[in-house]
T-cell receptor, first 110, second 113 residues
Framework: RKEVEQDPGPFNVPEGATVAFNCTYS??????FFWYRQDCRKEPKLLMS???SGNEDGRFTAQLNRASQYISLLIRDSKLSDSATYLC???????????FGAGTQVVVTP | DADVTQTPRNRITKTGKRIMLECSQT?????MYWYRQDPGLGLRLIYY???????NKGEISDGYSVSRQAQAKFSLSLESAIPNQTALYFC????????????FGPGTRLTVL
């Protein structure tokens, strides 16, 4: 079983719609959680950290469910520029080792 | 200028050749990492370094070696390249701590024929 699992998608989303997707992780000792964004084989970039209470950054909302070991990302009012692959990333060691999911592809259509 | 740079950006080589990928950073971070990315798989850690004198193997270090020449430079070598090392390679840096963002270079696309 992979340590971090994501639905690869693609999630095809009309512009202006809302899309949400989850990521599950297997290591219950994981300490911190992130969503990174990756455009077409370019470098991943941090989208947002995920806090225990859930957090929002503009149109993006991330939530953490430790009991069920998943994190979620919701994108409201989708823009064409939101088309990308979203990587779920989990810190699995005290020194900061990151475990990456394979990514969820989102395609926003006009 | 980019904070994390990688050279070369693309490389095609033949089986058995020695290849070096280089990474430089201007962020002043102590920690540096090498990852590879393959289609359908997440980024996988090859090696990481906490400072110039500290080198650690990641989950897929076989067939690779690294050198931390300075705080700002971390190179990855494939001593004898093989086709299944064809992948996208990323260098990353971070500050000390478990909650800090990793900053990635633009990647090197390596093809081993």
């Amino acid at each position: 079983r992979k340590e971090v699992e994501q639905d690869p998608g693609p999630f095809n989303v009309p512009e202006g719609a809302t899309v949400a997707f989850n990521c599950t992780y297997s290591n219950s000792a994981s300490q911190s959680f992130f969503w990174y964004r990756q455009d077409c084989r370019k470098e991943p970039k941090l989208l947002m950290s995920v806090y225990s209470s859930g957090n929002e950054d503009g149109r993006f909302t991330a939530q953490l469910n430790r009991a069920s070991q998943y994190i979620s990302l919701l994108i409201r009012d989708s823009k064409l520029s939101d088309s990308a692959t979203y990587l779920c990333v989990v810190n699995i060691a005290s020194w900061g080792k990151l475990q990456f999911g394979a990514g969820t592809q989102v395609v926003v259509t006009p | 200028d980019a904070d994390v740079t990688q050279t070369p950006r693309n490389r095609i080589t033949k089986t058995g050749k020695r290849i070096m990928l280089e990474c430089s950073q201007t962020k002043g971070h102590d920690r540096m990492y090498w990852y590879r990315q393959d289609p359908g798989l997440g980024l996988r850690l090859i090696y990481y370094s906490f400072d110039v004198k500290d080198i650690n193997k990641g989950e897929i270090s076989d067939g690779y070696s690294v050198s931390r020449q300075a705080q700002a430079k971390f190179s990855l070598s494939l001593e004898s390249a093989i086709p299944n090392q064809t992948a996208l390679y990323f260098c990353a840096t971070s500050e000390v701590g478990a909650y800090n963002e990793q900053f990635f270079g633009p990647g090197t696309r390596l093809t081993v024929l």
